[in-house]
């Protein structure tokens, strides 16, 4: 039975790769902060099913002591500070999570397991500013607009420094953004479920807020920031399915993966409100207080490295993704309007 460790298995894509990874037949151990373990999180339904390895990956001795205890044929490294917006207020801690303890877990594989294949996950955000229209791919160079996308840089660099100095397996997935039932409410395509979610069920002051404090819909409204923003949108499920490919080829290799369709938050509006019957020109505001200080440029994903090694490709459209998401927040929040707590 081949084991695998998942650092950040209490996140989406974690829980979904965990489920995964049963499913094929792994014994799994997850790599977790004990707080959020204890707290409902992405993975609490897989409580007994996988082995629980506590740490801090800031920590450089308790990642260490994780590859050591679980002793892997492979490696998730999926832990991270994922909000690049939040990286702005957070960008030394940023730096710490997603830049350096990558290094220490390659350290630790180094010096404890140096035949464990290894996943990082990189991110499009790495690409950052880009005045060009066309696609990236694994060998697009990288400009980074956030404190996030910078600290990723790093640790992808530093992969491809340990693959070719000490002769590891280390491969990064490039991941363009993927989303689900499973997104946190702060990021943006769940904010749009939950706005169509409220407007679906006549919601106009929801019972949840946003970093500001404020209800999410308030009085009727969803205040985003810039509507022209874009984004190579999949679904999270697909992408896990990509991590576990990249670890099964012979060679170590970087991969691009993403869904090559660009879609406007504007888009993304419209078919989430549409999904419930609903205009979101009714329903949305764009707040200027929300505009990020710098906004990546055009991203979209040239995957064809992934279609033709990996055979990968995505199997859930943009439209379903989104109808999942709204579906899964009416689910959520219809108990409250049925028992009177929302109104
Ligand atoms: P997520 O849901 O935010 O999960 C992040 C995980 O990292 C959580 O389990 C979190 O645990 C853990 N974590 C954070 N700081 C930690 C620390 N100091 N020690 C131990 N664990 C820590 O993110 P995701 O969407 O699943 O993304 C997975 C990875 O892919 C991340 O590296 C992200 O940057 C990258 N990525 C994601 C996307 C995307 O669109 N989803 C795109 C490109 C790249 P807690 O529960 O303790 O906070």
Redo the contacts with the bound molecule.
Sequence with gaps: MKRALI??????????LAELLLEKGYEVFG???Q???Y?P???THLAGRVHLLF?????GV?IANAVQDAQPDEIY???????PGESWARAP?TL???GL?ATRLFEAVRHHKPSARVYH?????MFGRLSESHRQDEITSFTPVNP?AAA?VYAHHMAAIYRDSYDLYIAC???????SE???LH?LTQKVAYGAACAALGIKNSPHRNERGRPIVEVGKLALGNLAVARD??Y?PD?VRAMWLILQQDQALDFTIGTGKIHTLTELCEVAYHSVGCDWRECVLSDPVLVRPLEPGHVLADASRAREVLGWHPTVSFEEMVARMVRAQIARLKPLVDSGEVA
């Design positions: 650092t950040g298995i209490t996140g989406q894509d974690g829980s979904y790599f977790a902060r707080e959020s373990w707290r999180n992405c993975a740490g801090d990956l800031i920590e308790d490294n999926l832990a991270s500070q994922s909000r801690e710490l999570v997603n303890a996950a990189s991110s499009s955000e996030y990723k997935g490039i991941l363009f953004n993927h989303e499973r997104r946190p990021f949108w999949g999270a992408f």
